[in-house]
Each structure stands twice: as C-alpha cells, then as structure tokens.
C-alpha cells in the first residue's frame, strides 16, 4: 500500500473513532443530566437544559469553538444548582467532574467544561470572573436567552411560585446594587426580578447571534410589563 494511503486510511479511522467517542459522551451526558434533574423544578429542569443545548448550538455555528465543550458545558452547566443547594455552589462542579472523569473524558476538557459551569451565572452581576473563554460565552448566552422572553417570563414566575413569593408589590423598589450575597438571599417580588436581572441581560450578550436574538425577547419582555401594570392598575 502507497505511504498516503496508509497515511489516508489511518487519518480517516482516527477521525471516524473520534466521532463515535465524541457521540458517546454526548449521549451518556444527556442520559446522565435526565436523571440527575428528574424531579427539579420546572424552570430548571432536563427541559430548561435542553433549550439551552439547542440555543448553545445555534450560537455556536457562527463561532470559532470546540464543539465538545460546548455541547458538555451546556449539558452540565444547572447539573446541581446552588439555588436547590442551600447556596453552595461547589457541588455542581463536583457532580459534574465526578461524571466526567467516570467517562474518561480528558483532562483538560473536564477542566473546560468546569470553568464553565463555575462562571456561568449572573449572580446579581456583582462578581469577577476568573476565566474567559468563547465556549463560556456561548454557553452563558444560551442560557440568558432562556432567562429572557416568554420562557424567561414563566420561568421566573414559576420559581417565585415555587419559593412562594408576591407576585408584586408596588411598595417594595427592586434593588440595582445588591452584593451577590444579597442577590442570593433575596425574598423580593416575582417582578422585581425582571428589574434585577432580566431587563440587564441583553446588554450582556457575548456573541452576535445572542444579541440579536436578545433584542426580540428583550422587547416581549417590556411588552408584558406594560400590559401588567396596566392590567394591576385596573387600566384595562
């Protein structure tokens, strides 16, 4: 056999066994993240991840990224929320690692996909993140944009609901400097929370097909805020 077809053959094997573990991983990771979230709450549920793995996906065919980590951070990043965990936001990082290195996935993957999830949330937008990357980025507004618009809106309901919170109450001000402490504790209103967080996000999109999905979600946003307050006001 000639040396390029060799050299062919053995290139082309290599990449077709890449493929398989790359779809392996994927497919065991999804499984795995079913499990675990079977009996989340419905904002941040198997549902609520896979939107963001389908947003994370369009976002990143317009970007230079690797694939894999996008797909795992995405799959991973609301593994074990600190919201469900008293706060504690070491163990989603720790499950997920755990998960990872049970697959024999790749060190510095594994590390990747970590950065990741560790640096992902808003946190009431008070913090520093110690690690960039454009995974993170396209991650991050996936999951915003999930935060946003008319899932965004039932999203946050649901949660309020869940954690038994007003829905409104014209006497208590949204607060716009609260330490992430605070944001963490907070027992505000449901719609303080647009105030707080979901009005901020569009102007802290990463990529270009985050911002200009943001924008329409933005709008539906401002929308149903009018036709609220207008409908508590007894305006119509």
Known sequence: ???????????????????????????KTITFVKQQLANAEGGHDWFHIERVYKNSLLIAQSENCDETVVKLGALLHDIADSKFHNGDETIGPKVAKDFLEKEAVDDATIKHVLNIIENIS????????????????????????????????????????????????????????????????????????FYEKLLLLKEKMNTETGKQIAQERHHFMETFLSQFYAEWDGEK
Do not use: C
Not at 12 to 21: E, H, L, R
């Open 1 to 27: 056999m000639l040396n390029f077809e060799v050299y062919a053959l053995q290139n082309s094997t290599f990449f077709n066994i890449k493929i398989m573990n790359h779809l392996d991983i994927i497919s």
């Open 122 to 193: 808003f946190k009431g937008g008070n913090f520093d993140k110690n690690f960039t990357s454009k995974e993170l980025e396209i991650v991050q507004d996936a999951d915003r944009l999930d935060a946003i618009g008319a899932i965004g809106i039932a999203r946050t309901f649901n949660y309020g609901g869940f954690k038994n919170r007003p829905l409104y109450n014209p006497t208590i001000a949204p607060n716009l400097h609260m330490t992430k402490e605070e944001y963490k504790s907070s027992e505000a209103p449901t719609l303080n929370h």
